[in-house]
């Protein structure tokens, strides 16, 4: 009897908490690996819907892009330089949306902002100048955000040099007075996102809204 009325011993009491220890600690593990899961699921839904906001914007800007061409009386050049890391163009919309005409559009991977190290694909927009003979008011530019984090992109046009040779893909577009048929823009992200290719037709023909006559070259949207 006196040993029932003693309660638990010292030994018990620690081997008892040790226990309630152990256990807690397990539950804190799986809350805390539940909440990961959790998080990175989240941000890759949120990394998902972002790539898809910037690959139906990216299409539908680069079906806009307009035959311009640059004030040269020399020759016929149109507004439209391409390579394998970095397009501009001109494009039907605004630069702005208190703006209106036509905008220069770049598009490049550029240093993120901040202290990362990481890389983003940029573009760049201006207004055009009715004297301009190249894309220079881009480099003054704001950069506007599409894919952060990337590690690289690599453009595509799809076109002929002339009428007589079959259009075919290319990495550098060097057509001065000709427009790619198609542009396509492949997005290798820095953590492993798989981002499906980007492929856009250019809608206008390459004289679609260019007036010309023997004094003078004026390029700019018709009026229906």
Known sequence: MRRAQAGFTLLE??????????????????????????????????????????????RRELAEVFPMRWKDPAKLRLAFEGDSKGLRFVSTRAAGASSGGLALVGLEVAQGQGQTRQRDLVMRRALVDDKAQDFGPLGAAEPTLLVANVDAVEF????????????KWQADWKVE???PQLVRLHVKTADGTV??????????????????????????PRTQ
């Open 156 to 167: 595509g046009y799809f076109g002929a040099e002339n009428d007589f040779n079959e259009p």
């Open 177 to 179: 007075g000709r427009i």
């Open 13 to 58: 009491i620690v081997i008892a908490m040790a226990l309630l220890a152990a256990m807690l600690a397990m539950a804190w593990s799986g809350m805390s690996f539940a909440l990961r899961g959790w998080d990175s699921g989240e941000a890759a839904g949120r990394r998902a819907v972002d790539l898809q906001l910037a690959q139906n914007f990216l």
């Open 195 to 220: 981002v499906p290719d980007v492929v856009a037709r250019v809608m206008l023909g390459e004289e679609a809204g260019c007036l010309e006559n023997a004094f003078q070259r004026v390029c700019r």
